[in-house]
């Protein structure tokens, strides 16, 4: 199972909005509605952000957002702040009753 | 509250086996479902397997297939994951994780991970 691609690196400034892409196949981001993504900062265990493409767990700021077209996931983080800054992961269920995580994107905020 | 703690870290040979245990607390521990996830230094996360905790159901990736065993102990609320023939590049930060009552892979509660560095 290929990982979904991510970029690498997204950045903005204080305020600003910015939005990842988590793009997958039609097994996977395209045929279920179980696409999630996760923070990691240094030294801490990843953190669940939004399920099921765009629900927000009890806690996660309402910054945060998830959308999906055809194959192609997303999150926006809208009002940027300096403690966004982390990586993130999407991961999607897929056709082979697995899960598949992306490659990471690196929020940097300027 | 819940909770998963995890074992120390572990320095093992190539060659090697490594058991990694994860107790979990503040929860009925076999009503869910525990995930074992790993990230490599500076690279992405990558799911490993999932164990029905009441059960005792597993399902692995294919990539680990046949190399990984989960299994849980429903008495000491506790799961494991158990990696063998170990390689260099198997060093990584192992996580356990608890999907959320819905599934689908929404991993909301995680251990605070457990170093394994595959070194001669």
């Known amino acids: 199972q290929s990982a979904l691609t991510q970029p690498a690196s997204v950045s903005g400034s204080p305020g600003q909005s910015i939005t990842i892409s988590c793009t997958g196949t039609s097994s996977d981001v395209g045929a279920y509605n179980y696409v999630c993504w996760y923070q990691l900062q240094a030294g801490k265990a990843p953190k669940l952000m939004i399920s099921d493409v765009s629900n927000r767990p009890s806690g996660v700021s309402n910054r945060f957002s998830g959308s999906k077209s055809g194959n192609t996931a997303s999150l926006t983080i809208s009002g940027l702040q300096a403690e966004d800054e982390a990586d993130y992961f999407c991961s999607s269920y897929t056709s082979s009753n697995t899960y598949v995580f992306g490659t990471g994107t690196k929020v940097t905020v300027l | 509250q819940v909770q998963l703690v995890q074992s120390g870290t572990e320095v093992k040979k190539p060659g090697a086996s490594v058991k990694v245990s994860c107790k979990a607390s503040?929860?009925?521990?076999?009503?869910?479902?525990i995930f074992w996830v790993r990230q490599a230094p500076g690279q992405r996360l990558e799911w490993m397997g999932w164990?029905?905790?009441?059960?005792?159901?597993?399902r692995y990736s294919q990539k680990f297939q046949g190399r990984a065993t989960i299994t849980r102990d429903t008495s000491a609320s506790a799961a494991y994951m158990e990696l063998s023939s170990l390689r260099s590049d198997d060093t990584a930060v192992y996580y356990c994780?608890?999907?959320?009552?819905?599934?689908?892979?929404?991993?909301?509660?995680w251990g605070q991970g457990t170093l394994v560095t595959v070194s001669s």
């Open positions: 994780a608890r999907e959320r009552p819905g599934g689908g892979g929404a991993l909301e509660y």
């Open positions: 503040g929860y009925t521990f076999t009503s869910y479902v």
């Open positions: 164990i029905t905790a009441d059960n005792g159901n597993t």
